[in-house]
């Protein structure tokens, strides 16, 4: 009898589920899907939990769920977003949130932090400021050393191993959009867009990676943009890079089409983006990433 299709390296932080035998050049990772909220953020927070949760990429880490038994590993941090943001440089930090001057070290003029989502953010998605008074520079260098670094360490390494086995590496950093981002930077006559895709116009991957993946979309029956309004992270701009054998896909799935955003609930439209997975892995997964 076959034992079982996959293995989980799980730890407080994250989770990595590694096929049996890794069989495409793909890794898949879900950074902003987890939902173990510290019960003393919960604490120090002015906002409910349920608040908190809209910063989630909710329930993206299912959707992919079939990718080690389609042959790639799917990495999925635990942590929530709202504590710390994996998809930011190690240091971008609010000056604002805290009483003591920071490190030369900090980025705090990026427009994330501008935003006030920066590693650790201030606000939710929606605006809502997290936090009643200022942190501890130590409480928040903390949490980027025990939940920042070592989902990185976790996706380095996956990066690496599949590099040396296949020559080359796909990234599929795994993301949701809240309905209502087509109306951020984009002109409100043209229709909504159930997936957008993000390459750092061109400079993450090879043009033949994000083709393929729209078209495999866009046969499922979704409407796919390109890096409007989201080109990609910090994820994909930090690996990206197509001449050494590394590529990046950002992909951002509109909330609208599998969950209840104001409950946080899934939908009946995650079966059918789940369904769609195994044709867009198996897609990717052929096609020439070596660089010439």
Same mark, same amino acid.
């Given at each position: 009898?076959?034992?079982?299709?996959?293995?989980?390296?799980?730890?407080?932080?994250?989770?990595?589920?590694?096929?049996?035998?890794?069989?495409?050049?793909?890794?898949?990772?879900?950074?902003?899907?987890?939902?173990?909220?510290?019960?003393?953020?919960?604490?120090?927070?002015?906002?409910?939990?349920?608040?908190?949760?809209?910063?989630?990429?909710?329930?993206?880490?299912?959707?992919?769920?079939?990718?080690?038994?389609?042959?790639?590993?799917?990495?999925?941090?635990?942590?929530?977003?709202?504590?710390?943001?994996?998809?930011?440089?190690?240091?971008?930090?609010?000056?604002?949130?805290?009483?003591?001057?920071?490190?030369?070290?900090?980025?705090?003029?990026?427009?994330?932090?501008?935003?006030?989502?920066?590693?650790?953010?201030?606000?939710?998605?929606?605006?809502?400021?997290?936090?009643?008074?200022? $942190?501890?520079?130590?409480?928040?260098?903390?949490?980027?050393? !025990?939940?920042?670094?070592?989902?990185?360490?976790?996706?380095?390494?996956?990066?690496?191993?599949?590099?040396? !086995?296949?020559?080359?590496? $796909?990234?599929?950093?795994?993301?949701?959009?809240?309905?209502?981002?087509?109306?951020?930077?984009?002109?409100?006559?043209?229709?909504?867009?159930?997936?957008? $895709?993000?390459?750092?116009?061109?400079?993450?991957?090879?043009?033949?990676?994000?083709?393929?993946?729209?078209?495999?979309?866009?046969?499922?029956?979704?409407?796919?943009?390109?890096?409007?309004?989201?080109?990609?992270?910090?994820?994909?701009?930090?690996?990206?890079?197509?001449?050494?054998?590394?590529?990046? $896909?950002?992909?951002?799935?509109?909330?609208?089409?599998?969950?209840?955003?104001?409950?946080?609930?899934?939908?009946?439209?995650?079966?059918?983006?789940?369904?769609?997975?195994?044709?867009?892995?198996?897609?990717?997964? !052929?096609?020439?990433?070596?660089?010439?």
């Amino acid at each position: 009898m076959d034992g079982p299709a996959h293995t989980s390296e799980i730890c407080e932080t994250h989770e990595v589920l590694r096929p049996r035998r890794q069989s495409l050049p793909l890794v898949v990772a879900s950074p902003h899907s987890g939902s173990s909220y510290p019960a003393d953020f919960l604490a120090r927070s002015r906002l409910d939990p349920l608040m908190l949760r809209r910063s989630e990429d909710s329930f993206v880490d299912e959707i992919f769920a079939a990718a080690p038994e389609l042959g790639a590993p799917l990495l999925r941090a635990l942590f929530p977003r709202a504590y710390v943001d994996p998809n930011r440089e190690p240091y971008e930090l609010d000056p604002a949130m805290f009483d003591e001057p920071l490190p030369d070290y900090v980025n705090s003029a990026s427009p994330r932090v501008a935003a006030g989502l920066g590693t650790v953010a201030r606000v939710v998605a929606n605006g809502a400021e997290i936090y009643s008074g200022k $942190l501890d520079l130590a409480e928040a260098l903390e949490r980027i050393e !025990r939940c920042y670094r070592p989902y990185h360490e976790a996706l380095a390494c996956l990066l690496g191993e599949t590099r040396q !086995r296949f020559g080359a590496c $796909l990234l599929l950093d795994c993301h949701s959009m809240p309905s209502n981002a087509q109306n951020w930077g984009r002109d409100p006559r043209l229709p909504a867009m159930d997936i957008v $895709l993000g390459d750092c116009h061109g400079a993450a991957c090879a043009p033949e990676v994000t083709q393929c993946a729209v078209e495999v979309l866009s046969a499922a029956g979704y409407r796919v943009g390109r890096n409007k309004p989201y080109s990609g992270g910090y994820v994909t701009r930090h690996y990206g890079r197509p001449r050494e054998g590394l590529h990046c $896909l950002q992909i951002e799935i509109n909330r609208r089409l599998y969950m209840d955003e104001t409950r946080i609930q899934r939908g009946a439209g995650l079966k059918k983006l789940a369904d769609m997975v195994p044709d867009l892995l198996a897609g990717l997964g !052929r096609l020439p990433l070596a660089p010439s």
